[in-house]
């Protein structure tokens, strides 16, 4: 084995990244506490750079690295591109966040830059183990930063409860990779591919076997009802800076392991996880969107939100053909891109001793802030899929998709649980628009958090009014 | 003059960016700065419509200022723009209607005009989008983006129960909508097309139609509002304000009736064929049933929503009349379909204007008095002579006086119906004389007798502006009544080929 067939050069941006975090961890050892910002403009620094090497990397075709552990396609490279900058997004508007509670600290940033290497390397997997191996890095940083704040009774809680429902989600998809393995003797995604389409009588009961420990572990891991429990606790406990990490870009990643796991490995049992898959999204829509509606508590209300989603995303990939992958794509994106707003909102109201975080708190902020409060109604507007917001778009191509299969009562079911959906979303818009403020203080934030939010809500709004672009890069990954 | 120019896009743009501009010159300074500028926005918008008008070939029932380019080349959706003669006057309607709502809310609205102003200007551009929209997708958007500053609208200048009826309006529309996009991906499943025109021609067996049919009808008869799902309509309008029900009355209704002309019928008109007594049932209980309940409310709002859903029963009565029409035995030469259809369309345009006036007309004594009860009024026309004139006239139009806009569409409409069947005919002119006993009514009660109070006492007289917007209304509404040529010449061409493409079956 030479270094040449390594071929490390296609992972230069993780390489890159890897290095960058134990910098960041290094140097921030030696920062007092009022240099704390050099670690953050560092952070952002690599991601940046990160950035420049993901697009500088973009080859058209496919490359295996690392012994084939490790592959770079077009929708590993797209991927990338997104985790990197909604992480970005996310370390901006958690800065000012994060000083005012006290927690501006190193930590954050070294665990939030292992868990995006975490991200990049699920994205680009090509074997079992590095596939657990960077999900595994993502979810104990987030088990960490849920904690952060120390000496929060609901966060540790919260901690608590994903650390227990992550590592038994982890402990089945473990357990269904051994079967696996077991079955086709190898770890390498594309030799189970081949396996599966071998596989004959007993054994392909054993790959079924595996393949639902596999689906339950990753509707553990993106939320699918009826393993969301976890969702809402976490959302709500954790400080709002560590849910807008949990609740945006990890979604891409997990898109990416159901790809690779789901598809590429055993996309010959296509017709079995399909129906699993039926059953994992109908109960999601139902559930996320139907509860969504008692919820007082924004960030809850969100992570009910996403349960939602999370079944249009499923709805996208059970169609099972290249349309489906690419509207869920889409969807996951556009998604990861809305729910950044939100979070963003939500710390931009916040302020030192006061989350922000229950809806009735956004009362009047068209009186406080007409600019913000418009910007929160474009993403109300697109999660609940209202055009020309790139909300509605995502769930065009989806319901496309679907209707494409001849499934159209699911299409049915979609639209009939979203029209349930708009009613949480409206009252969101609601409170800003038509109560009166209660909380009068005006809304201060730095010059960076207000650029970054008006581009996030307005990217929102351009994305509806243009999506063509985003599309057909979607589509082209799978083409 | 203007078919080098994409007036299509110009007419749809220049309110929306107008909108935008008037809501990023905020509230700081003086209001009079916003108003002037979204009230040169719509006039320009106007004029610039009457290009349409000018330049409009009465000869061809093909789209006319067409603009064709691709917007989202994954699912084939286009950027498609035209009109025929069914658009043409509705959206020429829209932007006048636009001017005078502007003019109506000049000193009224207080809280936030900027906010209040470019609602109606992106509304208007929305709406005339939707109008000329021939990709179904490209519709969609503008349908449903439409409601957005509506929902605001209403929500924030809206009366007592403001927030209850804006969701209830919202969650009514968004329900029947988001069925008939279910159906528009259907067909692009089966044609490989968004483009409206090629679903008219898309093959369709019995049941897809019925199917089909019921997602539109779901849609567009929400919106009309057709009984029994027209309960939003009286909330939605008593909590609006003024310019907010003169646009949902004049406007946002009649795209129920041209979402019919342009998709359920051309689209599925074996459905709609087989179906159409379930429609002809549901107007006819519109227009005498609701007629009654008009009869008896004590808010003048509420009277003239009533109003509007019966008056909308006969737009959906004239079209789907035409079938029986058709089939009826004595009625061999089959005359009569044409003279439907076009009732319908001279009835939306009618009362597009008549229940806008009705709903400024209520706005200016509500604007005075802060109230709408019918009882808290007596004897205006002890104090506002000019104004009680204007009201007695739109009061007749609305109650269908020959010689007003209000008496051709219903009279058209009638004479057809009696080529399909005594009673429905019979049953439509009733209407006739409901309409004149609701509406006479309540303009005795608030108009005639004894001064009622000190309140209606120190009542003042029309303004310039008030009576401006009064007489432009009153001036349309006699010329409509008393030459609707011109509106009947634009429609003749689109209305043969409507009726012929409907009478193929798809089967």
């Not at chain 1, 559930?287 to 709805?315: C, D, E, P």
């Not at chain 1, 494409?404 to 409170?431: C, E, H, P, Q, T």
């Not at chain 2, 109606?120 to 490209?138: K, P, Q, R, T, Y």
Request: contains cysteine; negative net charge.
């Amino acid at each position: 084995m030479t270094l040449e067939s390594l071929n490390i050069a296609i992972a230069l941006p993780e390489i890159f990244l890897l290095t960058m975090a134990c910098l960041v961890l290094v140097v921030d050892v030696y920062l007092p506490q009022e240099k704390r910002n050099f670690t953050y403009v560092l952070t952002q620094l690599s991601l940046i750079l990160t950035l420049v090497f993901i697009l500088s990397n973009q080859g058209e075709t496919r490359a295996l690295a690392f012994n084939d552990l490790f592959v770079q396609d077009a929708m590993a490279a797209t991927l990338k591109l997104f985790i990197v900058i909604i992480s970005f997004g996310v370390f901006v508007y958690s800065r000012e966040y994060l000083q005012a509670r006290n927690i501006f600290k190193g930590e954050f940033y070294v665990l939030g830059l292992f868990s995006i290497v975490g991200m990049m390397l699920m994205v680009s997997a090509n074997n079992l183990l590095m596939l657990y191996l960077g999900l595994e890095l993502l979810s104990l940083c987030l088990y960490a930063l849920v904690a952060f704040n120390r000496d929060d009774g609901n966060a540790s809680e919260a901690a608590m409860k994903y650390f227990v429902l992550g590592a038994i989600a982890s402990g089945m998809l473990l357990y269904g990779m051994s079967i696996l393995y077991g079955l086709s003797g190898s770890l390498q995604l594309s030799e189970i591919a081949q396996a599966v389409s071998r596989a004959e009588g007993a054994q392909n009961i054993g790959m079924i076997f595996a393949l639902v420990f596999i689906v339950v572990a990753l509707a553990f891991k993106l939320g699918a009802v009826p393993f969301h429990m976890w969702m809402p606790d976490v959302y709500q406990g954790s400080p709002t800076a560590v849910t807008a990490l949990i609740g945006t870009a990890p979604k891409l990643a997990g898109f990416a392991m159901i790809m690779r796991l789901m598809v590429e490995a055993l996309g010959g049992l296509q017709a079995d996880w399909q129906q699993m898959v039926i059953v994992l999204s109908v109960l999601s829509l139902a559930v996320g969107n139907v509860i969504a509606i008692a919820q007082t508590n924004l960030k809850r209300m969100l992570a009910y939100s996403t349960i939602s989603h999370v079944g249009f995303i499923l709805l996208g990939i059970l169609a099972g053909t290249a349309e489906g992958y690419s509207s869920a794509m889409f969807y996951t994106i556009s998604y990861a891109l809305m729910s950044l707003g939100g979070f963003g909102i939500i710390m931009l109201m916040a302020r030192q001793g006061f989350e922000a975080d229950n809806i009735d708190d956004l009362k009047g902020l068209n009186q406080r802030s007409p600019w913000f409060a418009f910007i929160m109604m474009i993403l109300m507007l697109s999660m609940a899929g209202v055009p020309p917001t790139v909300g509605f778009w995502a769930k065009l191509a989806v319901l496309t998709a679907v209707v494409d299969i001849d499934l159209v009562w699911m299409a049915i079911i979609a639209v009939f649980f979203s029209i349930i959906g708009i009613f949480y979303y409206l009252r969101v818009i609601k409170v800003m628009y038509f109560d009166d403020a209660v909380d009068t203080q005006p809304l201060e934030c730095g010059r960076d958090m207000q650029i970054a939010l008006s581009t996030n809500g307005l990217a929102i709004l351009a994305l509806g009014l243009y999506p063509a672009a985003l599309m057909s890069l979607c589509v082209s990954v799978f083409s | 003059m203007f078919t080098d120019l994409p007036l299509l896009s110009i007419i749809v743009w220049l309110p929306i960016l107008g909108g935008v501009a008037v809501l990023l010159s905020g509230d700081k300074g003086d209001a009079n700065g916003v108003r002037v500028l979204s009230l040169v926005i719509a006039i320009t918008t106007f004029v610039l419509s009457l290009g349409l008008y000018a330049d409009f070939d009465t000869s061809t029932a093909a789209m006319q200022f067409v603009e064709h380019r691709p917007w989202i080349p994954a699912f084939d959706i286009n950027y498609h723009f035209g009109v025929d003669g069914f658009s043409m006057p509705l959206i020429i309607l829209t932007s006048f209607t636009t001017i005078l709502v502007i003019l109506a809310g000049w000193e009224v609205i207080k809280k936030k005009p900027s906010q209040y102003l470019a609602a109606f200007l992106i509304m208007e551009g929305l709406m005339i989008a939707v109008f000329s929209a021939l990709d179904a997708i490209f519709f969609y958007v503008f349908w449903e983006a439409m409601l957005v500053p509506m929902f605001i609208l209403i929500g924030v200048w809206g009366g007592e129960r403001r927030v209850y009826a804006t969701i209830k309006f919202f969650i009514y529309t968004f329900i029947g909508s988001v069925f008939m996009l279910v159906a528009l991906i259907y067909m692009y499943y089966k044609g490989g097309s968004f483009s409206i025109l090629e679903m008219h021609a898309l093959k369709l067996t019995m049941n897809e139609q019925v199917w089909i049919f019921l997602a539109f009808l779901a849609a567009f008869a929400v919106k009309v509002p057709m009984w029994p799902v027209h309960t939003w309509l009286p909330d939605a309008h008593v909590e609006a304000p003024t310019g907010g029900s003169v646009i949902l009355a004049a406007i946002m209704l009649k795209i129920g009736g041209y979402g019919f002309i342009r998709f359920s019928m051309p689209i599925t008109p074996d459905a709609a064929h087989s179906l159409d007594w379930l429609i002809i049932l549901m107007s006819l209980v519109a227009v005498v049933y609701i007629g009654f309940v008009a009869l008896v409310q004590r808010d003048m709002k509420k009277l003239v929503a009533y109003s509007s859903i019966a008056h909308m029963g006969f737009v959906t009565l004239g079209l789907f009349i035409v079938f029986q029409i058709w089939e009826n035995p004595a009625n061999a030469s089959g005359g009569g379909a044409a003279l439907a259809v076009e009732g319908a369309m001279i009835q939306m345009i009618s009362h597009g204007f008549i229940s806008g006036a009705m709903f400024l007309m209520i706005g200016v004594l509500y604007d005075r008095m802060h109230t709408r009860e019918i009882n808290a009024y007596g004897g205006v026309v002890h104090t506002m002579p000019v104004f009680a004139a204007f009201a007695v006239f739109f009061a007749m139009s609305n109650a269908g006086l020959p010689g007003t806009s209000g008496f051709v569409g219903e009279f058209m409409v009638i004479l057809a119906s009696f080529q399909a069947n005594f009673w429905y005919a019979f049953l439509g002119a009733l209407t006739l004389i409901l309409g004149a006993a609701y509406t006479l009514w309540m303009v005795k009660r608030v108009f005639y007798g004894e001064i009622a109070n000190d309140g209606v006492r120190a009542l003042k007289d029309l303004n310039t502006r008030e009576f401006v917007i009064m007489a432009t209304l009153a001036i349309a509404v006699l010329v409509l009544g008393l030459w609707p040529a011109p509106v009947v010449d634009v429609l003749h061409a689109s209305v043969e080929n409507f009726l012929q493409h409907i009478s193929v079956s798809k089967l």
